[in-house]
């Protein structure tokens, strides 16, 4: 189990695992999941930018929604601590990088209205980038459980590959709750990738919303890579939002398409520092959202 963090009196709480008091009511909440490349030069510049975007998208109709980060930096953590809409409305579930394995990590910011049970991560057993699955537990009416997943598989290429049993590996904790929900880069860039939900017993919430493998309006990486790494590679769905249980997803779509930084010495640094970029994008991936309703 690992403690969350809530902003009180001025400043980051650290807050314990366990029981909840006050536990209302959860008739639907929306998941934003992005992956903002920690290899890009300026990375505070570029956190801010994302930020800022997503400042715009949070409060979506009313609907709780929580925030998955798939690659962040120490540095990332201390910008998503001083924003005032975050403290006012996040619990964070990593404000240092004491519970990663390496430089970069994933956290999750859960809305202070959801009652938060646990914290915990589960690293995955064949990994050779010290990859995990993190996880936080919302406690439901009649003792019921949602759990909320965050994960990075392994990137690349790699004989024999490790993407099934990590998500595997995921899958099997996700079952264990009421409902649960996964965000995240997933890397989906081979065949076998398409039907790792299938194999694992989840669906997949851009399929289950009309979507289509293979065409190029699913696609979440690719648009706003390097000119070089996107002829060299094309555009592939990596990023993912998966679920199970008592849950039915009423829309889905992508978000951060061409946020940018803007002006200033920043725009031409980056352009300069990160060869090929055609714009100066602060990632290279869309974020992907989901609406759900609970129907437990």
């Not at 699955?133 to 590959?161: G, M, N, W, Y």
């Not at 049993?165 to 996964?182: E, N, R």
């Not at 946020?259 to 640094?269: H, I, N, Q, R, T």
Request: aromatic share 8%; with cysteine.
């Amino acid at each position: 189990m690992q403690q969350y963090h809530i902003f009180d009196q001025g400043s980051w709480a650290s807050v314990p695992s366990g029981p909840c008091r006050e536990i209302a009511a959860l008739n639907s909440f929306s998941i934003l999941s992005w992956n903002i490349d920690f290899t890009r030069p300026l990375a505070d510049e570029r956190m801010k930018a994302a930020l800022a975007h997503l400042k715009t998208l949070y409060r979506r109709e009313g609907k709780p929604s929580i925030l998955m980060f798939n690659e962040c930096l120490d540095s990332d953590l201390q910008l998503m601590k001083g924003e005032d809409w975050i403290q006012q409305t996040y619990a964070i579930t990593d404000v240092s990088i004491e519970h990663w394995t390496h430089s970069y990590g994933t956290c999750i910011l859960i809305p202070k209205s959801m009652p938060i049970k646990a914290v915990f991560r589960v690293p995955y057993p064949e990994t050779a980038m010290g990859r995990d699955a993190l996880f936080v537990e919302v406690a439901l009416p009649q003792d019921k459980i949602l759990r909320i997943c965050s994960t990075h598989l392994e990137s690349l290429v790699r004989k024999p590959p490790l993407r099934p049993s990590q998500l595997a590996t995921a899958a099997q904790f996700m079952h264990q709750a009421d409902a649960s929900v996964l965000g995240g880069d997933l890397n989906a860039i081979e065949d076998f990738d398409n039907t790792l939900h299938v194999d694992n017993g989840l669906k997949d919430a851009y399929l289950e919303n009309g979507g289509e493998e293979g065409v190029p309006a699913g696609m979440t990486w690719g648009q706003m890579a390097a000119t070089r790494s996107r002829e060299m590679f094309g555009l592939s769905r990596m990023d993912k939002i998966l679920y199970c249980g008592g849950l039915e997803v009423e829309a889905f779509g992508t978000f951060g398409m061409d946020v940018m930084l803007e002006g200033g010495d920043a725009e031409e640094l980056i352009m300069e520092m990160a060869m090929g970029l055609e714009k100066a994008w602060v990632t290279d991936h869309l974020g992907v959202w989901a609406d759900f309703r609970v129907v437990l």
